[in-house]
């Protein structure tokens, strides 16, 4: 069973920081690359980061690319993204996946909750 849950989302000001997480099932994290992807109100879902399964590679969205680190502990089934210079355009639900590498898309469409992060300006 896909099971996936992000945390560490909140209210920050522009400028700030924040670091997510993902945790997810055995069956949702290995062999599998993984991808965060957000949605704003009013918006599609859109593809911000991925990791490759050994954690070599990373792909960033141009929006993200400088701002946001992507990482990966396959000990503990985890992925994190570490989010600077956050504007607000980068409000929005943030939710991790595992992804087909390199056309970065969903594998399975299964989503956890998300996370919620806001940004002040």
């Known amino acids: 069973q896909v099971e996936l849950e992000e945390s560490g989302g909140g209210l920050v000001q522009a400028g700030g920081s924040l670091r997510l997480s993902c945790v997810a099932s055995d069956s949702a994290f290995s062999p599998y690359a993984m991808g965060w992807f957000r949605q704003a109100p009013g918006k599609e879902r859109e593809f911000v980061a991925a990791?490759?399964?050994?954690?070599?590679?990373?792909y960033y969205a141009d929006s993200v690319k400088g701002r946001f680190t992507l990482s990966r502990d396959n000990a503990v089934n985890t992925v994190y993204l570490e989010m600077h210079s956050l504007q607000p355009e980068d409000t929005a639900v943030y939710y991790c996946?595992?992804?087909?590498?390199?056309?970065?898309?969903?594998?399975?469409?299964?989503w956890g909750p998300g996370t919620q992060v806001t940004v002040s300006s």
């Open positions: 990791i490759s399964w050994i954690g070599g590679n990373t």
């Open positions: 996946t595992p992804i087909s590498w390199p056309t970065m898309s969903a594998l399975f469409d299964c």
